[in-house]
Nanobody
């Protein structure tokens, strides 16, 4: 089992940046592939980005490619999501996700954090 706690959300103007963090506890962090998902009001939760256990490969939804960067520091049990050039349509609750599989599925893995709100004003 792994427990996930997100932080770093908030209110930002369009064009601004935020960095989300997800701290993991429990089993060895490097045993999990990690991902970020988001859910906007009235919409389904959607895949944002994923990173493999070693951190050497990353994957992104087309809607965030070139603006968001996922990274991890296994020694700190933490995964990050750097979000630049934010748009109002990026407004959502952002969730951290972990799974023992080599790569998080776009439908989501086994373990979820509680989410952190990101609001982008126009």
């Amino acid at each position: 089992q792994v427990q996930l706690v997100e932080s770093g959300g908030g209110l930002v103007q369009a064009g601004g940046s935020l960095r989300l963090s997800c701290a993991a506890s429990g089993r060895t962090f490097s045993s999990y592939s990690m991902g970020w998902f988001r859910q906007a009001p009235g919409k389904e939760r959607e895949f944002v980005a994923a990173i493999i256990k070693s951190g050497t490969s990353t994957y992104y939804a087309d809607s965030v490619k070139g603006r968001f960067t996922i990274s991890r520091v296994n020694a700190k049990n933490t995964v990050y999501l750097q979000m630049n050039s934010l748009k109002p349509e990026d407004t959502a609750v952002y969730y951290c996700n972990a799974d023992a599989a080599p790569l998080i599925a776009t439908s989501g893995g086994a373990y979820w954090g509680q989410g952190t709100q990101v609001t982008v004003s126009s």
